[in-house]
């Protein structure tokens, strides 16, 4: 028996508070491996600085990165019914939208916001991944349509950061409903000659793809991301083929005349104001 180790360390330990060390100060880059000083990585905007793999950015980052001055103002979104079809799986819907909101402080799977983007008026929509995975309910149809609305009646822009898994399966085909009623929103705005941008981020999937999110007048996307509607392994079992290794990232999609241009996130803020340069500025 040790007595210094038992006994004297012990006592000593108790008149000398241990400093708590956080367990957050490294993030491990799941591309390269590497680990990154988690401040580094803030002040990289969520990007590795060995490889440069974009990891997910906090929606209000995103709305801070993009905004003039770093300011916007939120829009108020419609209400919707909590839980039209009163559905439940391992828990209830409820339950599983209490547990969402309290986990990321929103009411729902999208924000939107106005303010100015190079001096043009933008409307600005961004998904939350982390808010039952991005998912699309009545709820995300309903602010983008009031999105759409709004920048019809500011003749601005709209831009959406779409970050979903697809429809949200709790809410059944009312959420499959949300796919023509956004793509009509979109047409809407079109009609009016306004611009709509979309930049797609990882992951873009499902019923999101599907619908607004490809039709941008001008679609970018993060580099890396995965953009697809089906699974890889789904599509695999259908077509009986080994499909490439880049299958559904924003390079393979670029490669093949489906978005516009691949940005990295430090450079978008930039980009959105040539491309609002060349289709706002007339308006000005």
Same mark, same amino acid.
Not at 183 to 202: D, M, S
């Given at each position: 028996? &040790?007595?210094?180790?038992?006994?004297?360390?012990?006592?000593?330990?108790?008149?000398? /508070?241990?400093?708590?060390?956080? $367990?957050?100060?490294?993030?491990?880059?799941? @591309?390269?491996?590497?680990?990154?000083? %988690?401040?580094?990585?803030?002040? #990289?905007?969520?990007?590795?600085?060995?490889?440069?793999? %974009?990891?997910?950015?906090?929606?209000?980052?995103?709305?801070?990165?993009?905004?003039?001055?770093? @300011?916007?103002?939120?829009? !108020?979104?419609?209400?919707?019914?909590? $839980?039209?079809?009163?559905?439940?799986?391992?828990?209830?819907?409820?339950?599983?939208?209490?547990? =969402?909101?309290?986990?990321?402080? !929103?009411?729902?799977?999208?924000?939107?916001? %106005?303010?100015?983007?190079?001096?043009? +008026?933008?409307?600005?929509?961004?998904?939350?991944? =982390?808010?039952?995975? *991005?998912?699309?309910?009545?709820?995300?149809?309903?602010?983008?349509?009031?999105?759409?609305?709004? =920048?019809?009646?500011?003749? =601005?822009?709209?831009?959406?950061? /779409?970050?979903? *898994?697809?429809?949200?399966? !709790?809410?059944?085909?009312?959420?499959?409903?949300?796919?023509?009623?956004?793509?009509?929103?979109?047409?809407?705005?079109?009609?009016?000659?306004? +611009?709509?941008?979309?930049?797609?981020? #990882? +992951?873009?999937?499902?019923?999101?793809?599907?619908?607004?999110?490809?039709?941008?007048?001008?679609?970018?996307?993060?580099? *890396?991301?995965?953009?697809?509607?089906?699974?890889?392994?789904?599509?695999? !079992?259908?077509?009986?083929?080994?499909?490439?290794?880049?299958?559904?990232?924003?390079?393979?999609?670029?490669? @093949?005349?489906?978005?516009?241009?691949?940005? $990295?996130?430090? &450079?978008?803020?930039? @980009?959105?104001?040539?491309?609002? $340069?060349?289709?706002?500025?007339?308006?000005?």
């Amino acid at each position: 028996m &040790n007595w210094l180790t038992n006994y004297v360390r012990p006592k000593i330990s108790k008149l000398v /508070p241990q400093k708590e060390i956080p $367990d957050n100060l490294w993030t491990g880059c799941p @591309h390269c491996e590497k680990m990154i000083f %988690h401040k580094e990585l803030e002040e #990289n905007n969520q990007i590795c600085p060995n490889c440069g793999y %974009h990891f997910k950015l906090p929606v209000f980052k995103r709305l801070e990165m993009l905004f003039d001055g770093e @300011h916007y103002s939120l829009i !108020q979104l419609p209400e919707v019914k909590t $839980d039209p079809l009163n559905f439940v799986d391992l828990k209830k819907y409820t339950d599983r939208l209490k547990d =969402a909101r309290k986990k990321t402080k !929103q009411d729902d799977a999208i924000t939107v916001a %106005h303010g100015t983007i190079g001096n043009y +008026p933008a409307i600005v929509a961004v998904f939350d991944l =982390a808010f039952m995975g *991005g998912s699309m309910g009545t709820a995300v149809g309903e602010a983008i349509i009031a999105a759409a609305n709004l =920048a019809i009646l500011q003749e =601005a822009s709209l831009i959406i950061i /779409p970050s979903s *898994g697809g429809a949200r399966m !709790q809410e059944g085909i009312l959420s499959l409903m949300q796919m023509p009623r956004t793509t009509l929103a979109v047409k809407l705005l079109k009609e009016k000659k306004l +611009p709509y941008i979309t930049v797609l981020t #990882n +992951p873009t999937a499902g019923g999101v793809t599907a619908s607004f999110a490809m039709l941008g007048d001008i679609t970018l996307a993060e580099p *890396g991301a995965t953009v697809a509607f089906a699974g890889r392994r789904v599509i695999e !079992q259908t077509v009986r083929e080994k499909l490439p290794d880049n299958f559904q990232t924003s390079e393979y999609l670029l490669e @093949h005349g489906m978005i516009d241009a691949v940005v $990295d996130r430090r &450079n978008l803020r930039q @980009h959105i104001i040539k491309i609002l $340069d060349l289709l706002q500025s007339k308006r000005k």
